[in-house]
Every structure is written in C-alpha cells, then in structure tokens.
C-alpha cells in the first residue's frame, strides 16, 4: 500500500492523502469518495471540504518522490504527491 498525498493544482496544501495500491500514471482520471463512519467527531468545515470530493474526477498532471529525512543518522520515509487537476463536467 502507498500512501499519497494529493494536491489539486494550484494549491500549496495537499487535498487529502489517499492509499493506492498501484499509483496512477500522468494522465489517469482517478476519483475519491469519502464516506465518514465518525461523523460526530468531524469539524463541520472539514467534512463539508471532503464531501466535496465525492464522485469529483481528477486527472493526474504530475507525480513527485522525493524522500524525506527525519533525524541525524537516518533518512526517513519515501513521499509521494499527485498533482491533480479537476475534469470539469
């Protein structure tokens, strides 16, 4: 499982991390849909911001590694970022 965070292009703070069990390739449409078992626990500006999301198609416009270091003596995990763009209906 990979785990990737998602930018929506243009923006600066990623969407949403999503898990992926084979990461898209540039030019795949990929969709989300969030479904909140928790909704008690949810700030309601947030849940609305993620129901958006719901059934939205993005097509992958680029796909960035890099490796991030986390102490001294080690380097620490693989990231990855999608940039996205919205498929307008």
Request: zero cysteines; a negative charge; charged letters at 30%.
């Amino acid at each position: 499982m990979i785990h990737a965070y998602i930018y929506v292009d243009g923006d600066k703070n990623y969407e949403l991390m999503a898990p992926f069990d084979v990461l898209p390739r540039v030019g795949e449409i990929v969709t989300f849909e969030f479904a909140a078992y928790d909704t008690e626990r949810w700030d309601m500006e947030v849940f609305d911001r993620m129901t958006f999301i719901n059934g939205s198609e993005y097509v992958v416009k680029k796909i960035v590694h890099a490796i991030r270091r986390n102490s001294i003596d080690s380097w620490g995990s693989h990231i990855v970022e999608l940039m996205v763009d919205r498929v307008s209906k």
